[in-house]
Structures are given as C-alpha cells and as structure tokens.
C-alpha cells in the first residue's frame, strides 16, 4: 500500500511540476560560431522567481540541452495623467471662510502605481444641508392705533399678521394725545393706543452641512511594468538524458504492476457489465417468443 501511495504521490508531484512551468513568448534554435543553443524568452511579473524557469536537462532533435546562462531585462514603464480626486468634509456651518479651513490647499496622491499633489480647485467646492430639523422662534409685532376719543379696547384688533404669522394681542399702553380745558381742569380729549403682539413660527434648520470639493493636477507613474527572461541551453549533439541506476527499477518500473493490475481490473469490470447486458436480452428475448407462437397458432 505504502508503495502504491508512493507512486501516485511521484505522478502528482510531476503533474504539478508540470503544470507550473511557464510559457515562453519565443523559442530560439541556433548555432553561433559552432555552440548549440536553444533560447527560451519569458515576459512575465516582476515578482516572478526566475529559478522556476530553469528546466532540467531535455532531447530535443538530436541534441541534449543543458541550462547555461539566464538574462534579466527589465521592461519600465512611465507616463502622465491628468487627475480628479473628490474628497467629502462635514461642517456645522456653510460659511465658506470656516469650510475653507477644513480644506487643505493640497493633497497628496498614491494608489500603489500612480503619485503626484493635487491642488483644490476652489470652483468645485459644493455645500448642501447635511439634514434637517423643527425649530421655532417667536415673532413680534408693535401697533400704534389712535388718535381715538377715548381708551376703549373695541378700537384695538385682538390679532395682526406678520410675515405670514398671526398674532395674538399681549399687550395695550393708551397714551393720551391732547387735553380740552373743563372748568377749570385739563381733561384729555384724544388717545392712542400702542398694542404688543406676540406668536409662534415654525421652520427648518439644517443640523449640519456636507461640503464636496474636488483636487486636481498631474499623477505619473514610474516603474517596472515586467520582466523579459532569456534562458538559454546549450546542446550536445547526439546526447542522451542518463537516468540514475538507483531509480531503475525502483520509481517508475515499481509502479508497473499496479498500473497493470488496475487495467485488468477495468477490463474486468466491463466484461461483467456486458456479460449482465447480454443475459438479459436473453432473457428478454426468451419471454417473448411463447408469446410470438401462442399469436401464430390463433391465427391457424
């Protein structure tokens, strides 16, 4: 059991070998000056291991490849944008001159692969109410009524309006505007009447303000974008990959036997699958023929 573990985890392991192995962008067969080489070109991230790219020594059309030399280029990148960063602050007021001080006159930029400052574009500031609120206050009004001929409260109105808000009378000063002589005493012949009225308003008021400005200006980046590998191998006409005398016999060739005997258990379970298959079209077929006879014999 030991053993079969054993293989299966050396067919897993060279499957994923395999499949780690990455593609090249170009292969490149010459020979310069009497040296065979083959060279694999690789454009891959620059966090990439160039030590993954080596392979181990291969045939290919005659010759054996040996891993001889890496070559590392990198691939730089470098631009400029035009950029608009948004950025939110909340103010208990919408004066500008106390939101301008929540404002910085400039930010600094970065997202990893772009940098660069920022400055406010002071055109851009907007500022809305952040939420509202019922508040009331309340409203006055003073009426001056007369001249009158005498104090009488019929001549003074019990309401007034203002600004759409009505009134209730709270108060009367009568103030005397002229005299007549009876007798010999002054006695007053005319008044006027300064009444006081109050009332209650109701309105909205903003809890707290939201100001949305915008920064703008240049970002740049600067850096490498990739990495080009260029592995070459060189070839020995004629030159055969040796195997390891330890591993004959003992890897692969161990490993026979329970691939074989895997096979004809397969084989073995498909012959008994069709074995059922045909005993019961046997017997299908036997079920059906008295039938068959029984019909022909109605008819003689």
């Known amino acids: 059991m030991k053993k079969v573990f054993m293989c299966l985890l050396l067919a897993l392991t060279l499957t994923t070998s395999a499949a780690a192995l990455e593609v090249p962008t170009d292969t490149v067969v010459q020979n310069l000056n009497g040296s065979q080489q083959l060279i694999k070109t690789y ?5 990439t291991d160039p030590q993954g790219l080596i392979e181990e020594p291969f045939e290919q059309e005659g010759y054996l490849y040996t891993f001889a030399d890496i070559v590392k280029e990198d691939n730089r990148v470098s631009d400029v944008l035009y950029h608009r960063e948004t950025v939110t602050v909340e103010t208990g007021t919408n004066d500008l001159s106390k939101i301008l001080d929540q ?7 970065d997202d990893g692969v772009y940098k660069g400052a920022l400055a406010l574009d002071h055109t851009s500031i907007r500022t809305e109410a952040s939420g509202y609120e019922t508040r009331s206050s309340t409203v006055t009004a003073t009426k001056t009524i007369g001249p009158v001929d005498r104090n009488d409260m019929s001549y003074v109105p019990a309401t007034t309006v203002k600004n759409g808000v009505t009134l209730k009378l709270s108060g009367v000063d009568w103030q005397v505007t002229g005299t007549d002589l009876v007798g010999d005493a002054l006695s007053p012949s005319s008044y006027q009447a300064v009444a006081t009225y109050s009332g209650k308003s109701s309105y909205k008021a903003a809890t707290g303000y939201v100001t949305t400005a915008d920064y703008v200006g240049e970002i740049s980046r600067d850096g490498v974008e990739s990495v080009t590998y260029k592995v070459m191998y060189l070839g020995t006409e004629g ?14 060739p161990g490993c026979v036997p329970y691939v074989i005997g895997g096979l004809g258990l397969l084989l073995a379970v498909l012959l008994a699958v069709m074995l059922v298959r045909s005993r019961r079209e046997a ?5 059906d023929e008295p039938e068959t006879h029984e019909q022909e014999d109605e008819r003689e």
């Open 43 to 47: 454009v891959l991230s620059p966090d």
């Open 283 to 287: 017997r299908a077929y036997q079920d």
């Open 103 to 109: 404002l910085k006159p400039s930010i600094d930029y």
């Open 239 to 252: 030159g055969k990959i040796e195997v390891p005398a330890e591993h004959i016999g003992n890897t692969l």
